[in-house]
């Protein structure tokens, strides 16, 4: 099953994720993940205040939803003041029959 996690808060000291890219990378459920631009370079459509700033993302392929809970347990940003950590089951492929 497949994960996004996606991070989210305030943005102000970076955080060290070494610890989840690690145990993701060497289970061979990290998929990709990249840390996202300043919220201040990002477009809203429709124009309007945008809810908490993403500031990075982790696409895991997991056995279990309480697998991908156990990983983002180990993201600093699961237990820092003004971050938070969502995770949500990706339903399907985007674009695969293209």
Do not use: W
Not at 81 to 92: D, K, L, N, T
């Amino acid at each position: 099953m497949k994960f996004l996690v996606i991070l989210q808060g305030d943005g102000g000291q970076p955080l060290r994720r070494d610890e989840f890219e690690r145990a993701a990378y060497d289970a061979g459920e990290l998929v990709c993940g990249e840390v996202l631009a300043d919220p201040q370079l990002a477009v809203h459509m429709p124009d309007r205040a945008a809810p908490a700033a993403i500031d990075a993302y982790y696409l895991i392929d997991v056995e279990s939803r309480e697998r991908a809970v156990e990983l983002a347990r180990l993201l600093p940003d699961s237990q820092t003041a003004g971050r938070s950590v969502e995770i949500r089951a990706v339903m399907h492929s985007t674009a695969a029959d293209f």
